[in-house]
């Protein structure tokens, strides 16, 4: 885990993935991210250098209790997805990342300040992973780095 960031700049994307804090945590101590329960798609979406945090809305899949917090991120790695075994038995794809030391931050603290959280975003969430602005990521990177 780091606390270095490379900063915000136009040749990056900053996306927000949606996934349980128990699949998180595995995730953090295993340095690599998955999406969508291994698919590979949207791991394509990112590039290396890319900015990922991590929303939870429950704390395990899929009766967990609700979370609504962010729950790590990082930088992506210039690595391609590679499959990998999940405990079901099943192949998945992850990306390899450089976690952040983070502090889990729920979102309603910040949600007044997100461009994202205007309108109806409850439906970007259930897509997995959407793309969301610089200035978000990096407001989302300062409270869950408290910097």
Known sequence: MTNA????????????????????????????AMMNHGKLAPLLRLSPGDGLVYYSPKTAWPD??????????GWLRDSEPYPAQMPTGQTGYRRDIDWMAATE?????????LEFTRGNWGMLARRGLF???GADFETIRAAMTKD
């Open 5 to 32: 960031t490379p900063g915000i700049s136009a040749d990056r994307r900053y996306w927000v993935g949606t996934v349980s804090r128990e699949h998180v945590l595995i995730g953090v101590e295993g340095g690599f």
């Open 64 to 73: 967990g209790a609700p979370l609504k917090a962010f729950t790590a991120i």
């Open 105 to 113: 931050t729920p979102i309603q603290s910040l949600s007044h300040g």
């Open 131 to 133: 793309e969301i602005s």
